[in-house]
């Protein structure tokens, strides 16, 4: 990954982007170097080539290949299983704002402050970009980057935050230390959290900046008896995670967050688990209203989630792994069961020099 510097390069007096005019809020990390020139060599620059160039890039990451009736990311294609059309997008949208509701409309868990705001932000698989935007707005004198595979997220967004498109899982070279890394329902999107994730937060955070993840699994839970484990909804549960292994690609992240705060050597480790129902079935109505929109959430989703894993690792046609869902659905709308997601939110600090490091706690 080439290195840029956390603010982007090319600004106006206003300190406002001046992006290409054919890609209006993305930047990009392709490194281009001249070969063979030599230090008193000139070359002769052509006048034209800026706009050829980013009409180029911007045909080559937005020309999403389509497979199943979805599209796809086209830069580093295939290495995310899951669609970015619009109806993904929107679900997105849908997942986000449960999940805002499930946290008591936080944003975020670390203790970050406007009184003693971050100045350098960094999100991590931002999807449509809307954790990134209103963090923007929350802290307007930081500097917002926000990456993704898809360059899917608006045009139309604060001064003070820009969206690159790029694949985190390779080597992160930021110019200057950040503040506070975030991870939110990034399942799916590494071979190891821990190796690419954990560990170069660690390394690219500035002594005392946090790191935080807000993660699901593909599990689903039950506190009585009546989610059937050898039923339609926990087997699609359990053959996602199996497809997810074979493309070492795992749907197992939150619930080893913990622990890979810990190895990668952060400090004062918080961890939350929350309980997101997976329809309407809880008595109270906040969770009812939750869970309703989990549902539909997972109810837009699933045909995305499952087309590109059951076809590569079971060899299942789009109209078979249809077939297969009818059930599921049915099951994903029976308020008889009582199933939930949990969600694990989990801090973590990069220690001073010379700190001792302490042991991880529970947080309210």
């Known amino acids: 990954m080439t290195k840029h510097p956390f603010s982007p390069a090319e600004s106006d007096d206003t300190g406002t982007n001046n992006p290409s005019p054919s890609l209006n809020t993305f930047q990009f990390t392709f490194n281009v170097s001249a070969l063979n020139s030599g230090k008193n060599s000139i070359i002769e620059p052509d006048p034209d080539a800026q706009e050829m160039d980013s009409e180029s890039l ?18 580093k294609a295939g290495s995310y299983a899951y669609p970015n059309d619009q109806l993904e997008q929107d679900r997105y949208d849908l997942q986000n704002d449960a999940l805002l509701g499930l946290f008591g409309g936080r ?16 999100d991590i698989a931002t999807g449509t970009g809307d954790w990134a935007i209103k963090m923007g707005d929350l802290f307007p004198n930081a500097e917002v980057i926000a990456t993704d595979l898809s360059p899917i997220q608006p045009q139309s967004v604060p001064p003070n935050v820009s969206f690159y498109v790029e694949d985190s899982s390779q080597p992160w070279d930021y110019s200057q230390k950040l503040d506070y890394v975030h991870t939110r329902a990034t399942a799916g999107c590494w ?84 309980k997101m129902p997976m329809n309407g079935w809880p008595k109270d109505e906040r969770l009812k209203e939750l869970g309703r929109m989990w549902e539909r959430n997972f109810l837009m989703g699933l045909s995305g989630f499952s087309f590109a894993p059951f076809n590569r690792v079971f060899g299942k046609t789009a109209a078979e792994i249809e077939v297969s869902l009818v059930d599921v659905r049915r099951d994903l709308m029976d308020t008889k069961i009582h199933a939930y997601a949990p969600i694990y939110v989990v801090i973590g600090r990069k220690p001073f020099l010379g700190e001792e490091r302490r042991s991880s706690t529970q947080f309210s």
């Open 58 to 75: 911007s045909d080559s990451v937005q020309n999403f290949p389509e497979e199943f009736g979805r599209t796809y990311h086209a830069y």
């Open 107 to 122: 944003y975020f868990f670390a203790p970050l402050s406007t009184s003693n705001p971050p100045r350098t932000i960094l």
């Open 191 to 274: 071979s190891s959290f821990k190796e690419q994730v954990a560990d170069q937060a660690f390394e690219n955070l500035a002594p005392g900046g946090w790191f935080e993840s807000q993660e699901y699994d593909a599990i689903i839970s039950c506190d009585d008896d009546s989610l059937d484990p050898e039923g339609p909804l926990a087997m699609w549960f359990d053959d996602m995670r199996v497809a997810s292994r074979t493309m070492d690609r795992t749907l197992v992240v939150a619930a080893e967050l913990r622990h890979a705060f810990q190895e990668a050597g952060f400090v004062d480790i918080q961890e939350r688990i929350f």
